[in-house]
């Protein structure tokens, strides 16, 4: 055994390649390399392991494990949202929260001013912009089919 299963305890609940020794039912040994989530560590006994594909968990034992390695992960790709309207009172606060615009300029500016400044900003490549949502499958009326009577 090359790993240290203590340094790898972080690595719990996470995906992980995982390179073991697997005997077959003559006794010969082979390398298994597989992918999956790494279930429990135990230094004593070993680790279960969730094969990628696979319900249930393997137990492998300490003295079979070659090495355990975290698989790198894509960080999620972040949606622009969809915002009501903001109405003529909030504008000032939106303009602070949502855009970073300093609370001094928010707090001397008019509601008129914020709303001039804020129509004034291009939100396409923004973390949000406003509109209406688009219609959600449950706004769909749903038509029953007919029914032939004998």
């Known amino acids: 055994m090359s790993v240290n299963l ?3 305890e972080d690595l719990q609940n996470k ?3 995982i390179q073991y020794n697997k ?3 003559d006794g010969e040994k082979t390398m298994v390399e597989a992918e999956g989530v790494l279930m429990a560590v ?3 006994i070993g680790v279960m392991f969730r094969p990628r594909g ?3 968990g393997l137990l492998i034992e300490v003295d079979n494990i070659e ?4 698989v790198p992960t894509a960080p999620k790709k972040i949606k622009q949202k969809v915002l009501k309207e903001v109405d003529l009172g909030d504008v000032r606060a939106h ?3 949502r ?3 300093p609370l001094a300029w928010a707090n001397q500016a008019s509601p008129e001013q914020a709303a001039e400044a804020h129509n004034g900003l291009d939100h396409a490549d923004l973390g949000h912009k406003h509109g209406d949502a688009p219609a959600e499958a449950a706004d769909v009326p749903v038509v029953a089919p007919e029914t032939v009577s004998a």
């Open 42 to 44: 135990s230094a004593e």
């Open 67 to 70: 090495s355990i390695v975290a």
């Open 6 to 8: 203590a340094e790898v």
């Open 95 to 97: 303009l602070a929260e």
């Open 23 to 25: 005997t077959d039912t």
């Open 99 to 101: 855009h970073g615009y």
């Open 54 to 56: 696979h319900n249930q």
């Open 15 to 17: 995906r992980v390649t």
